[in-house]
């Protein structure tokens, strides 16, 4: 290279292929599960075809606030559903369209199936209509889009509104929003008592997990970044100056697989399957799982599942944590909480293979290069004891039983103390533990203390939360503003992410987040956590230097009195809604009297706006102006308000903005 030349800069060529141009087979695959008999052998090749074929579309709606949801539900079934029994494909040509699927097991009629592709969305205005409605209201998070068969994960965890959840291994996050929302399932205006601590390994996965999280505006999630197999204990310090651990109700042990049963949506995985996959997993797998059960409380449930088909990944991991934790923890049958679901019922019986797909009945068969891949602990049970482990309680899905992904789940219940916990504990009652110190500091013999490693972060580095004090000057002046009801409600459970210069935007959380933040910030590293409620508007025309952000009204709208609040009927709500651009803003004069004489009382500034309906009390944040008024909300949210409200909002084609 001559002198001065600069080296040309290769940009790197992308070799996967289309996955139109994948051929979806494996021999090695189509052997290791013939001879596992994943499936009755009338049914093999069907499931096959099956898992060849592109998978439907799923998604559900957010069940809270649970009028909305109806709302939606209506609207979804009466206006997007009914043009798709028929759809036109020529003018000469009507051809019957696969039919939306309601999902029998999933609560409420929230869950829906739909078969729909992007030919489809091309020549069906019907089709178009609905995609458009997925996209926007997803954006609103008022929709998930989810595969079907992951759902069911949550729903079995049964979690109540003052549960403390775990999720070890959360992202991207879809599940986690169905346990934020099981969590406010009683009541969408009160915070609820429990918490959802979502956790995941990857620092960058993790903001998915923020992603999903901020769309359903909960002060009840806490997203954390920590290996599952060894995550710490969470500590909450006391009023006493003693600590103790924080225990779960429900836990969900959603563990990293090989990820088989998804080679409809992922088609790469034809390519890559090998039997050492599921084998390499299984170690990470028991740890995890070993861990989450140690964190539940006695009485608690923990869901184990993965995307995978192989019983070395499910059934194995399972019977092998059994034989250590005896009679503490059993899996239950919850068979009688998906109905009509189609499953297999759980493997008593596998034989573990290696790589080459060589299988073996018993661990003295393993050649000795194979040793270290074919664990001992990977063999089923032997028949005469199968039955003590309940291993038939568990639930396989084929793609074929009802149009799905393939998935593996089980229910285990923790009854007692796990044999090596019970040592541990003997030994913990005989010392106070002090703040900063954890059970496993006692691991030894308690006599002496050992200083907890210090854990090295990676990723981004997070901002501080920074708790409000009992005078917070900021709070005093909102507060008066606002005329917030202190009654309920304790100021320093808001919260702001910067401990220098000015506060740009106030959060919320629940007293509970609130402990856990306080007692381990420094110890785990803590992504995010809150809702928004205050943001910072220097406005000299408006008596506070916060507005209110609509991502927190729910939370907060029962804290207000009349100050700041304007009821309105529907006619006037939906004129508001239709103006929330600065730029085209409602003059205070286009409202009925009785909401323009209101209107006037209030001084230039952030509000809040109810609509005056027993049946959809929507609250939305707006803006008074000199002689105007607006609705402060985003795109997404306003074409969701009109939509349920019956309001056309095709003018507004895709929904993609902010």
Known sequence: ????????????????????????????????????????????????????????????????????????????????????????????????????????????????QIQITRNNIRKSEAYFRLHNFLICETQGGNISRQEVVSMIPPILLDVQSHHKVLDMCAAPGSKTAQLIEQLHSTSPTEIPSGVVVANDIDNQR??????????????????????????????????????????????????????????????DIWTKWNAANGNNLHGVQIRILKRGIEMLEIGGRLVYSTCSLNPIENEAVLHRFLVNAKDSVKIVDVSSKLPGLKYSRGFTY???????????????????????????????????????????????????HQDTGGFFVAVLEKLKPLPWETS???????????????????????????????????????????????????????KDFYEIKTNNFVPSCLFTRCDKGKKKNIYLCSSLVKKIISSNQ?????????????????KKTMGCAFRLAQEGVLNIQSLFGEKRLIRVNKEDFIKIISHNNPSDPLSITQLEPTAQKRVEEITVGSCIIQLQDADLPIYIVGWRGNYSIRAYISVPDGIHYLRILGEDVSMFGMCNHD
């Open 1 to 112: 290279m001559g002198k001065g030349k600069k080296k040309k800069k290769t940009i790197p060529v992308d070799r996967r292929p289309c996955y139109k141009e994948i051929i979806r087979e494996n021999s090695n695959f189509e052997k290791y599960y013939e001879i596992q008999k994943i499936c009755p052998k009338v049914e093999w090749n069907e499931m096959l075809k099956y898992l060849r074929s592109d998978l439907p579309t799923g998604f559900r709606i957010t069940s809270y606030p649970k009028y909305e949801a109806k709302a939606l539900l209506s609207l979804v079934e009466s206006t997007f559903f009914k043009d798709l029994l028929k759809v036109k494909e020529s003018e000469d040509n009507e051809v019957a369209m696969d039919k939306p699927y309601c999902l029998p097991w999933y609560p409420h009629q929230f869950g829906w």
């Open 206 to 267: 993790c903001y998915m997990l923020v992603h999903q999280a901020k769309r359903l505006n909960s002060p009840c999630a806490v997203i954390v970044n920590h290996d599952a197999a060894v995550m710490p204990n969470i500590l909450i310090n006391n009023t006493d100056n003693t600590t103790s651990v924080l225990k779960f109700d429900r836990v969900l042990c959603d563990v990293p697989c090989s990820g088989d049963g998804t080679m409809r949506k992922n088609p």
């Open 350 to 400: 596998w034989l573990p293979a290696s790589k080459d797909i060589q299988v073996y009945e018993k661990f003295d068969e393993v050649p000795e290069k194979w040793r270290t891949v074919v664990r001992p602990e990977m063999f089923p049970p032997q028949p005469s004891e199968a039955a003590q482990y309940g291993l038939d309680n568990c639930i396989r899905i084929l793609p074929h």
């Open 424 to 478: 541990l504990k003997s030994v913990a009652s005989e010392f106070t533990i002090s703040n900063n110190t954890t059970l496993h500091d006692l691991k030894n013999n308690g006599s002496e203390k050992k200083r907890p490693k210090k854990r090295i972060k990676l990723g981004y580095k997070e901002d501080p939360f920074v708790f409000f004090g009992d005078n917070e000057e900021i709070w005093l002046s909102v």
């Open 522 to 538: 420094e110890k785990i590293k803590i992504i995010n956590s809150g809702v928004k409620v205050f943001v910072r508007c220097d």
